[in-house]
């Protein structure tokens, strides 16, 4: 069965610093894997998906990576801001016929003004 | 852009009530899926549906019950509810291959 973990559960940085977070999954037989965010008490949004032939995506000052053989996906995060203050999820979806998602427990981010 | 909106931002039901959440999407989408986000054991899938009527088995289906009759909308039915399952429900549908959508969630208190 699929394990998704990240880490750090809570990370906390001065405004201004680029930073990285951690994603790992346990079974590499995946089909994608996205990156959310959460706000508190909200739902989630999607910030990035990056498809299972692909090595990274960008949008903005976001940059998600993939290492499909090593079961391993990172969020970076540039020149970051104190609204990015939230807590970010991975999430994979396996190859075949699962459609649904299994999910990290998230990494709380501070970015301290 | 594709908008899944869960009916309730937040609910307070008794023990023993029967509860229905719902949730819509304005795109035609088949898949749509239920998660429960509780702390420490972050989101883990109830139930999900890819068509109508069908309908599968997620992690923790035990206590729920689902529902869909059209497309765009999706239920989950608490049959006799429980304080174990206050919870924020959260109710996300996917379209195009592994591009997931997520409402702005339910925050269920069972009192």
């Known amino acids: 069965k699929q394990e998704v973990t990240q880490i750090p559960a809570a990370l906390s940085v001065p405004e201004g610093e680029n930073l990285v977070l951690n994603c790992s999954f346990t079974d590499s037989a995946i089909y994608n894997l996205q990156w959310f965010r959460q706000d508190p008490g909200k739902g989630l949004t999607s910030l990035l998906l990056i498809q299972s032939s692909q090595r990274e995506q960008t949008s903005g000052r976001l940059n998600a990576s993939l290492d499909k053989s090593s079961g391993r996906s990172t969020l970076y995060i540039a020149a970051s801001q104190p609204g990015d203050s939230a807590t970010y999820l991975c999430?994979?979806?396996?190859?075949?016929?699962?459609?649904?998602?299994?999910f990290g427990s998230g990494t709380q981010l501070t970015v301290l003004p | 852009d594709v908008k899944v909106t869960q009916s309730s931002r937040y609910l307070v039901k008794r023990t023993g009530e029967k509860v229905f959440l719902e949730c819509v999407q304005d795109m035609d989408h088949e898949n749509m899926f239920w998660y429960r986000q509780d702390p420490g054991l972050g989101l883990r899938l109830i139930y999900f549906s890819y068509d109508v009527k069908m309908k599968e088995k997620g992690d923790i289906p035990e206590g729920y019950s689902v529902s869909r009759e059209k497309k765009e909308r999706f239920s989950l039915i608490l049959e006799s509810a429980s304080t174990n399952q206050t919870s924020m429900y959260l109710c996300a549908d996917s379209g195009t291959p592994g591009v997931y959508t997520f409402g702005s969630g339910t925050r269920l208190t069972v009192v």
């Open positions: 999430a994979v979806r396996q190859s075949g016929s699962a459609r649904q998602l299994t």
